[in-house]
């Protein structure tokens, strides 16, 4: 009769690992032999228009560096902060009856520092747009 912890150390091998390291090598290997095809058969023709650099079909106009405004970056920082407090959700739904009155207390004192949070950010201004 084999024990569950006998039968993990069994199946837990060097050989068990060869898979994956094959599949790492073909991922390395195909990375590096597109990467060559497309040096070798790619074209070599180097002209004034191939070398302006392009994006999304607008014309470069000044110099890139120019300052840009704080707010984009606070608000593009607030949407991540707040997208990943609410994936923090998700294992609390998943298990909430397992988790009992303790998970609530902490999902509760979650949402209160969240919302605290949120609260600061408004009264800051930082989600006002005109100066």
């Known amino acids: 009769m084999y024990l569950a912890t006998?039968?993990?150390s069994v199946s837990n091998t060097p050989a068990s690992y060869i898979?994956?390291?094959?599949?790492?090598?073909?991922?390395?290997?195909?990375?590096?032999?597109?990467m060559i095809g497309t040096h070798l058969l790619g074209p070599t023709r180097k002209t004034s228009d191939k070398l302006i650099n392009f994006e999304s079909g607008i014309e470069q106009r000044g110099n890139a560096r120019q300052p840009v405004a704080i707010k984009?970056?606070?608000?593009a920082i607030l949407f991540v902060l707040f997208d990943v407090e609410v994936i923090f959700f998700y294992p609390y739904a998943v298990n909430f009856r397992e988790l009992g009155f303790d998970g609530f207390l902490a999902v509760v004192m979650f949402?209160?520092?969240?919302l605290l949070g949120f609260t600061y950010i408004i009264k800051k201004g930082a989600l006002k747009w005109e100066d």
């Open 19 to 34: 898979p994956i390291l094959l599949q790492l090598v073909a991922a390395v290997g195909f990375v590096a032999l597109t």
């Open 111 to 114: 949402v209160a520092f969240f």
């Open 72 to 75: 984009y970056f606070l608000t």
């Open 6 to 8: 006998e039968f993990l």
